[in-house]
T-cell receptor
Framework: EPEVTQTPSHQVTQMGQEVILRCVPI?????FYWYRQILGQKVEFLVS????????KSEIFDDQFSVERPDGSNFTLKIRSTKLEDSAMYFC????????????FGSGTRLTVV | DAKTTQPNSMESNEEEPVHLPCNHS???????IHWYRQLPSQGPEYVIH???SNVNNRMASLAIAEDRKSSTLILHRATLRDAAVYYC?????????FGGGTRLMVKP
């Protein structure tokens, strides 16, 4: 079964550093998403991306965050200057069309900011 | 936000059916009802979704009330691998809003 692949599985970074989280969505999917889950808390929506632009974003997704699809397969989330509170699991997801067809999530990147 | 209400936790015995309820009294006509589950240390996993009619797939069945204000996810024979947090979500726009879900515990 097709999968959404995320790398790395775990990243440790110093506060103030930039990090890039990478995702390879399912190849025929058109919508891409980032969600995050702080330890012990709910899964939170960050951003959705379609046709090379952001279609929706949450209040969490401020100027420190950006997304990009640099080539035909990768989808990245960049955090410019990490803060301690950015420590979380970050999940990438993709869907074939709008989400009424169901989303496929990756297994996540655990980001630890020290 | 499109709000859903689920019990915090449920228990089931292995090999028995499980009915996971969800209330969504503020549902609007175009909201799809989605169910996802999250196994420990994993990302959310799509289970099933529907709009008005009951739905079946290889993982589960979804029973939707006639007025669409509630739904029930049915696992026909629970296994230990079904122990997870199950989320009932109304898809509005293109964004999943996760609540706390129901933690399903399966006893051998």
């Amino acid at each position: 079964e097709p999968e959404v692949t995320q790398t790395p599985s775990h990243q440790v970074t110093q506060m103030g550093q930039e990090v890039i989280l990478r995702c390879v969505p399912i190849s025929n999917h058109l919508y891409f998403y980032w969600y995050r889950q702080i330890l012990g808390q709910k899964v939170e929506f960050l951003v959705s991306f379609y046709n090379n632009e952001i279609s929706e974003k949450s209040e969490i997704f401020d100027d420190q965050f950006s997304v990009e699809r640099p080539d035909g397969s990768n989808f990245t989330l960049k955090i410019r200057s990490t803060k301690l509170e950015d420590s979380a699991m970050y999940f990438c997801a993709s869907s074939e069309w709008t989400g009424e067809y169901g989303y496929t999530f990756g297994s996540g990147t655990r980001l630890t900011v020290v | 936000d499109a709000k859903t209400t689920q019990p915090n936790s449920m228990e089931s015995n292995e090999e028995e059916p499980v009915h996971l309820p969800c209330n969504h009294s503020t549902i609007s006509g175009t909201d799809y009802i989605h169910w996802y589950r999250q196994l420990p240390s994993q990302g959310p996993e799509y289970v099933i979704h529907g709009l008005t009619s009951n739905v079946n797939n290889r993982m589960a069945s979804l029973a939707i009330a006639e007025d669409r204000k509630s739904s029930t996810l049915i696992l026909h024979r629970a296994t230990l691998r079904d122990a997870a947090v199950y989320y009932c979500i109304l898809l509005r726009g293109n964004m999943l809003t996760f609540g706390g879900g129901t933690r399903l515990m399966v006893k051998p």
